[in-house]
Nanobody, 123 residues
């Protein structure tokens, strides 16, 4: 029932910024945590960030903490990922994810995925 659609990916130079958006539909209940994962070719999926329904609880992966900021607008059913000080290693397909529960549940067992949006950081 849940559908997630990412947007905002693209090509950016190292040190630059980019903001991703994830539009959600089909979230029947108000207890969905949402977040972002990323995966580069030949690499394992990596957790990036998660946010609770209320926005009170937020988790970041160690590799992005201090550079990325996650937020959400429940009125618009949208979650955002502001990415600053981008590095070459940030290059990946970024996937939006959702889970009915807290941010820990989102990190461990996300139930829904978007199709992904490509982020490429160049030198």
């Amino acid at each position: 029932q849940v559908q997630l659609v990412e947007s905002g990916g693209g090509l950016v130079q190292a040190g630059g910024s980019l903001r991703l958006s994830c539009a959600a539909s089909g979230l029947t209940f108000s207890n969905y945590a949402m977040g972002w994962f990323r995966q580069a070719p030949g690499k394992e999926r990596e957790f990036v960030a998660a946010i609770s329904w209320t926005g009170i609880s937020i988790n970041y992966g160690d590799s992005v903490k201090g550079r990325f900021t996650i937020s959400r607008d429940n009125a618009k059913n949208t979650v955002y990922l502001q990415m600053n000080s981008l590095k070459l290693e940030d290059t990946a397909v970024y996937y939006c994810a959702a889970a009915r529960g807290n941010v820990l549940l989102l990190r461990t067992t996300p139930a829904s995925w978007g199709q992904g949006t490509q982020v490429t950081v160049s030198s």
